[in-house]
Nanobody, 125 residues
Framework: VQLQASGGGLVQAGDSLRLSCVAS????????MGWFRQAPGKEREFVVA????????IQADSVKGRFTISRDNAKNTVYLQMNSLKPEDTANYYC???????????????????WGQGTLVTVSS
């Protein structure tokens, strides 16, 4: 499984940004997908996740109401829509795939088998 994340960049506080992650090498619709982030000097943390069916999503408290995850199985792509960005959202964002997912999305890093390379989001104040 290969994951290619893109869409990061430099934005101002309050702006929006959409990240994409394209998966290849497997049947995308069977994957549970998640986004994690890692800020400089900090540990990687959970952001959002979506079940393989797309029927269930979960978000970290820090992004609830601002970030949304979605998937397009026809394009083998999962998206992270980020609105009302804050400087504390600055981080490298990583998509991750769970090749043996349960029916609900997973918020723990150990639940994912494959990781993308990360895309940097920088939010200026």
């Amino acid at each position: 499984v290969q994951l290619q994340a893109s869409g990061g960049g430099l934005v101002q506080a309050g702006d929006s940004l959409r990240l994409s992650c394209v998966a290849s090498g497997t049947t995308f619709r069977r994957l549970g997908m998640g986004w994690f982030r890692q800020a400089p000097g900090k540990e990687r943390e959970f952001v959002v996740a979506i079940s393989w069916s797309g029927g269930s999503t979960i978000q970290a408290d820090s992004v609830k109401g601002r970030f949304t995850i979605s998937r397009d199985n026809a394009k083998n792509t999962v998206y992270l829509q980020m609105n009302s960005l804050k400087p504390e959202d600055t981080a490298n964002y990583y998509c991750a795939a769970d090749t043996n997912p349960p029916s609900i999305p997973i918020a723990t890093m150990t639940g994912y088998d494959y990781w993308g390379q990360g895309t940097l989001v920088t939010v200026s104040s």
